[in-house]
């Protein structure tokens, strides 16, 4: 196996302690020369469906790499470890839903293991941080070229955890979409892609709140709310100004229904 020259980091680690950095460390002793990209590590503590996301929308921008995540709240209970081999890059973190999404947008899953080869971990694992001492030192052998089989038994891929499919239900003259994200903007990403707006019309509501379509924040005036298809190929509301999030009063989760207006 050829390695990779990049390992990604996504958690919800923050950034005000040494948690992050301990990771960097790890991989830094076990393979010196491979490249670290923080994608992010401000996911909201605990919150598996936004890290997911956020993973999946970004590991096709990446360059094949593996790819850590770490959102896990069952740290340290019989969750498994688990490494995701797709035909663009290898995924590692607990099995809680936090790894597939981004299996699909890599390509799927072409072979899967559970990590319990001890050997491949850190000389003393906490009970609590799984990212530095099983995660990090499993991607940086996996990064230096080591075989995932060694990494532990095989997985049906079937017995993953997989977060539940957003809620996109489309009827005559209405969508209604769950909140996928809401981004540091407050712009809410709904689980919707351009093909449920079909049909609806330039002038919209979302909810009661009038909105117009557009492909810009700036398509609406000043504190009004635009619909829009965002970067990451989903339909999105924003405000021109403002935060839609909190002007619709929605969290990830919800779910919005979109109307002529």
Partial sequence: MAGYE????????????????????VIA???????????????????????AAVLAQAVPHLPPAVHVAVVDPGVGTARRGVALRTPNGVLVGPDNGLLPWAADALGGIVHAVEL??????????SHTFHGRD???????????????????????????VRLPDPVVRRGEGWVE???????????VQLAAGPEH???????LRVGDVPALRG????????GGLVVYVDSAGRVAVAVNGGRAAVVLGVRPGDVLRLTPG
Wanted: with cysteine; net charge negative; proline share 6%.
């Fill in 6 to 25: 990049w390992i990604t980091l996504t958690t919800d680690y923050g950034l005000s302690d040494g948690f992050v950095a301990a990771c960097h460390g």
């Fill in 29 to 51: 002793r076990l393979a010196p020369r491979v490249r670290v990209i923080d994608v992010t590590h401000l996911v909201d503590p605990g919150d598996v469906a936004r890290g």
């Fill in 116 to 125: 319990t080869n001890a050997a491949w971990f850190t000389a003393s694992v």
């Fill in 134 to 160: 099983v995660f990090a030192p499993v991607a940086a052998r996996l990064a230096q070229g080591a075989d995932l089989a060694d990494a532990g038994p095989a997985v049906d891929p079937a017995t993953l």
């Fill in 177 to 187: 979409a769950e909140v996928l994200t809401v981004d540091r903007f407050g712009n």
């Fill in 197 to 203: 707006l079909a049909g609806l019309g330039e002038r």
């Fill in 215 to 222: 492909t810009t924040f700036a398509d609406a005036p000043a």
